[in-house]
C-alpha cells in the first residue's frame, strides 16, 4: 500500500484497507458508504422502495377507479320534482282475450344531469276521479329510457288491464325513481 494513500479499518475483519475501497480485499466486506449505488445493500433497498411505492400507486389508482365506478352516486331525491311529465295518453289493445292498457308520454329533464333506468307510475282514474288501476314501469317491458340533461325523452309502459276500457278516463303518470346514469350498473 503506497505511503500517501488514507487508510481505514475494514469494520468486519479489522484490516487496514485503503480508504476509497469499496469492497474490502480480505474478507470481501461491502464497505459502509452510504449513497453509493454500487453498494447492493443500498440498491435492494431502493428497489424495494420503488417496488412498495408501485404497489401503493397501484392500489390508490384501483380505489379511485372502484370507487368512481360503484362510489355514492347523486341521489334522485331532490331532483325528483325536476323531471316533469308533459304528456301523457292512454291506449287500450286486445292481446288475446287480454286488454292491455298502455300509457305513452313524453318528460323533460330539468336537472343538469343524466338519469337512468327511470321508474315511472301511471295511475288511471274513472269518471269520477277514483284510482281504478296503476301501472308500473316494473309491470312492463319498459326498461328505463336515459333521460340527458335538458333534455325530453319518450316513454310507454303498459299492463294487463284490469277494468273495461270504457271505465278508463283519465291518468297520471308520476317519476318515482331513478338511477345516477353515471352509476354501475
Ligand atoms: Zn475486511
Redesign the pocket.
Known sequence: MAENESTKV??????T?KAAAKV??????WQPRKWSFDNPALLQSLASLVIAAAIFGAIAGLGYFLEHLIGPKRDFAPYQNQIKVTSSEAGFRMFGSNLTVFVVGTLTNQTDFAWKNLGLEARLFDKNGKLIDVIQASDSSYNGVVVLPHAEAGFKIQSKATKDESDYVTNKVFVGTAKDFNAWP
Not at 24 to 29: I, V
Request: charged share 15%; net charge neutral.
Open positions: 475494514c469494520p468486519l475483519c479489522a484490516e484497507i474490502c480485499p480480505h474478507c470481501r466486506h
